[in-house]
């Protein structure tokens, strides 16, 4: 899978943009994505994550990772018929820098698990995974953990 990285803070260490991209591959695998499948992960700041919520979510607060998906269908869309010419673009994703630290210091772990953690979140969005409900939550928390533990990042 090819993983476009971009680090709008000059502040991510490359270890953890390494792990990171080991972990997404991992998971592709798991899920069955194609190889040559693209995403793009973006490390901003609170107020560009702030910005992006309140336009795309309508809530004015920092959030720790949002997802953009390119594949889903949208309500009173037509779904694309035929093969899609590679590669096949599933979307982006956004994390706060400073909701992974704040975070990191909350749960008591590492920061390396924690960016580990909110990618892995936004890539499962990004197929199509979600937690609007009850059911959904624990199918797609479910899935985060077993991907994590598999990949030798199992809560610390």
Do not use: C, W
Request: aromatic share 8%.
């Amino acid at each position: 899978m090819l993983i476009d990285f971009f680090d709008e803070t000059n502040s991510v260490n490359e270890e953890y943009i390494n792990t990171v991209s080991d972990l997404i591959n991992f998971a592709a695998k798991q899920e069955g994505i194609e190889d040559n499948a693209e995403i793009s992960i973006t490390f901003v700041d609170n107020q560009t994550i702030q910005e992006l919520n309140r336009n795309y979510r309508q809530i004015d607060r920092p959030t720790d990772v949002i997802s953009f998906a390119l594949q889903e269908q949208g309500e009173g869309e037509v779904a694309i018929l035929g093969e899609q010419i590679p590669p096949l673009t599933l979307g982006d994703i956004v994390i706060s820098v400073e909701k992974v630290k704040e975070q990191a210091t909350e749960y008591k772990h590492s920061l390396k698990r924690e960016y580990s953690f909110l990618a892995l979140h936004g890539f499962l969005h990004l197929l199509g995974y979600d937690h609007l409900n009850k059911k959904d939550e624990q199918i797609m928390f479910n899935k985060q953990e077993e991907i994590l533990n598999a990949f030798g990042l199992s809560r610390e």
